[in-house]
């Protein structure tokens, strides 16, 4: 069975100059959780930060 694949591409908002992003793709497996704990480790917040997640309309 083919797994779908997601390419994400992740900004901080509040850092100008120089803009601080990240692409990666998930699978459609992870839950919005672990996303979260992965944007923790790709930006280096050693897991002392909240996170929430909110959609653009």
């Known amino acids: ?5 997601y ?3 992740a900004e901080l908002a509040d850092f100008d100059q120089p803009k ?5 793709k998930i699978t459609h497996t992870v839950t919005l959780q672990t996303l979260g704990y992965f944007l923790e480790i790709m930006f280096e917040m050693k897991d002392a930060h ?3 997640f909110r959609g653009n309309n």
């Open 7 to 9: 390419t994400i591409h």
């Open 1 to 5: 069975m083919a797994r779908k694949v």
């Open 50 to 52: 909240l996170f929430s």
């Open 20 to 24: 601080t992003w990240r692409d990666f």
